[in-house]
């Protein structure tokens, strides 16, 4: 193809020639809008006016205005004469004659731009009065009206980061029954909704051709795959058709969530061995784990080593479905899945994946949940392994529940230096058993924790079980000694009320500490020598840490008002004597509980106030009824 211009100069032109016309349009249209929207003169109105008026005398005869004209500008020869009176005649025809002439130009000029207005005005009315008749009744609205009338109706609006797989099928099942009331409606639903409204995918959905259906509307949108309840909502022996269907669109999952925790719980009466199910309530589970292992089975038979490669989050929960032979990773179907960009792994009650997974360099955050009293424990080593091998992982999250010594396999003492933020839970678990995690993971540069020690499970008799539990705290914050702010909880399963002392001088750069002492007498962070019932040395050169901010969580301030307020006065005037007051920046106070009661009798600001200024203090209370 040859070029429009051999020469660039000629195109140049060409250009800067097109650039004037448009200019020279522009202008154009500036000034004859002014000239339509100029000022009218009053003469021009009265000339019209006349003309007006010479027609509707003749009724509407336009030769009313012509006899006026023949009378006004007479047609008969000029006689030249040198009569005085003659000439004086003539020139009052002649003057005459011009008014006339003038009053024409007048009115001809305003006409002409009365056409040009009302031309406009004509050219708009008729646009809107052709709206307005369409407009008859609701389905004359226009199709973006009618589609975002739609979309509000079926309650499905812009996604979030977390997707409700609830919410999606309920907006998916109000579509489906809009489509049926009109043609117009079915083509809105069909063809209008956003791709993005067709791209979930759930084991709600029982039939095979509308997954197929929703693939190909959902055009190229990232997919979302919800098996919240294992399969077991499909019909009986439907489940690997099922999951074929969905498998087609493999390529484009971007998050994949399997299991659903606390439905599980809710739905078969509860895991914990500790409730009494009833006979149907055992039948339904074991019926259910039974639906949950033929189907895992399927997904591995049906997937192989597929290659997922859009999938960035992950989420496994397995709540007592794996047998033993399951929880060795190399009979887990996901952890044959080569994902290359996945960057969040949630799983529970199941076995570390092996070192070394395609997954591993892009995992970013990793949360972990195991029960002892579900499935076996693992080994600390597995876990050791796998972290190693993830050099992104950013945020951890741990949750170990009835862990024994017994069940408890420490392992070398290893850390993982690209942990920001790490989470510890320790749930009806030995203080040796927590101890022993401790002491063969950490993260040394790890900047934010969360420590949650609940319903520590302490044998009768023990009488070293405040020994125990301070070298369990003690073995986790003092090998993570760079953190910035702490979040810490602590409840005793016998409430034996044992105050922990937190290793200040080791977290020496703690800025933010959030704490919840639900069942302490008296909180002792820096030792108190005076105490009868649990003596503890003050260090020397004691310092606290430069806390900006410190949070107290309550379920009874009332009941301890006294021990909570004495504990504040003894925490700032160290802060003060340290010389850190000034910098100190919020006290906050919250008492949450599941009925309402009295405030606390005394003012937080007048407990305080020679330490702390009434506006660096906060408090709420919030009650569940």
Request: include cysteine; proline fraction near 6%.
């Amino acid at each position: 193809m040859h070029r429009r211009f051999r020469c660039a100069g000629y195109e140049e032109e060409y250009l800067r020639e097109q650039e004037l016309e448009k200019e020279r349009a522009a202008e154009a249209l500036r000034k004859e809008e002014e000239e339509r929207n100029a000022p009218v003169d009053p003469k021009a109105i009265f000339a019209l006016s006349n003309v007006l008026d010479r027609v509707l005398d003749r009724k509407g005869d336009l030769n009313g205005q012509m006899d006026w004209v023949k009378n006004a500008i007479p047609f008969d020869p000029v006689v030249f004469s040198s009569n005085q009176r003659h000439r004086k005649h003539a020139q009052g025809n002649v003057k005459r004659a011009q008014d006339a002439l003038r009053e024409l130009e007048l009115s001809l000029g305003l006409a002409k731009q009365l056409q040009a207005y009302l031309d406009v005005q004509l050219k708009m009315a008729r646009e809107k009065v052709n709206a307005l008749a369409l407009r008859t009744n609701f389905m004359s609205l226009p199709k973006s009206i009618l589609t975002e009338v739609i979309v509000l109706a079926v309650g499905q609006g812009s996604r979030g980061p977390n997707v409700d797989v609830d919410e999606e099928m309920s907006a998916r099942n109000k579509a489906i029954k809009l489509s049926h009331v009109c043609r117009q409606f079915r083509n809105i639903v069909f063809s209008n909704l956003k791709a993005q409204f067709w791209s979930t995918l759930s084991d709600q959905m029982i039939d095979t051709e509308k997954i197929k259906f929703c693939i190909a509307r959902s055009g190229k949108s990232p997919i979302d795959v919800f098996l919240k309840h294992w399969g077991s909502k499909q019909l009986e022996g439907h489940f690997e058709q099922f999951f074929k269907a969905c498998f087609l669109s493999s390529k484009r999952w971007v998050s994949m969530v399997v299991g659903d925790y606390q439905r599980t719980r809710r739905e078969f009466g509860g895991l914990d061995d500790n409730y009494r199910k009833t006979r149907d309530e055992e039948e339904k589970l074991a019926k259910h784990l039974e639906v949950v292992r033929r189907n895992i089975d399927v997904i591995g038979r049906v997937s192989g080593n597929a290659t997922v490669p859009k999938l960035k989050k992950l989420a496994m929960y397995f709540d007592k479905a794996l047998t033993p032979q399951l929880l060795d990773p190399k009979h887990n179907p996901f952890w044959r899945w080569k994902m290359p960009d996945l960057v969040e792994l949630k799983i529970t009650d199941c076995h570390p994946p092996p070192a070394g997974l395609t997954f591993a360099p892009t995992l970013k955050t990793f949360m972990m949940a195991l029960d002892a009293k579900s499935v076996q424990p693992f080994k600390m080593a597995q876990l050791s392994n796998f972290l190693a091998s993830c050099e992104s992982l950013d945020i951890v999250y741990l949750s170990f529940s009835n862990w024994t010594p017994s069940s408890t396999t420490p392992c070398q003492f290893r850390g993982f230096a690209s942990v920001r933020d790490v989470s510890f839970l320790f749930y009806t678990c030995g203080p040796e058993a927590a101890k022993a995690v401790c002491s063969s993971i950490h993260f040394p540069k790890a900047t934010e924790m969360y420590l949650g020690i609940e319903e520590i499970d302490v044998k009768e008799g023990d009488i070293h079980f405040a020994l125990k539990n301070q070298a369990m705290v003690d073995e986790c914050l003092n090998n993570h000694p760079l953190l910035k702010k702490l979040k810490f909880s602590y409840v005793t399963h016998t409430f034996l009320l044992t105050p922990i002392l937190l290793p200040f001088n080791t977290l020496r750069f703690l800025e933010e500490l959030f704490i919840s002492p639900e069942c302490w007498t008296e909180i002792k962070f820096w030792g108190d020598p005076d105490d009868s019932d649990f003596p503890t040395p003050v260090p020397k050169a004691f310092r606290l840490p430069p806390i900006r901010r410190l949070s107290l969580d309550y379920t009874n301030m009332r009941r301890k008002w006294d021990n909570n307020i004495s504990w504040a006065k003894k925490f700032f005037a160290q802060m003060k004597k340290q010389g850190d007051l000034d910098t100190f920046g919020k006290w906050d106070v919250c008492e949450t509980a599941g009925w309402a009661r009295p405030p606390p009798p005394s003012d937080l600001s007048s407990a305080i106030n020679d330490c702390l200024p009434v506006e660096k203090i906060s408090s709420r209370w919030v009650y569940d009824n």
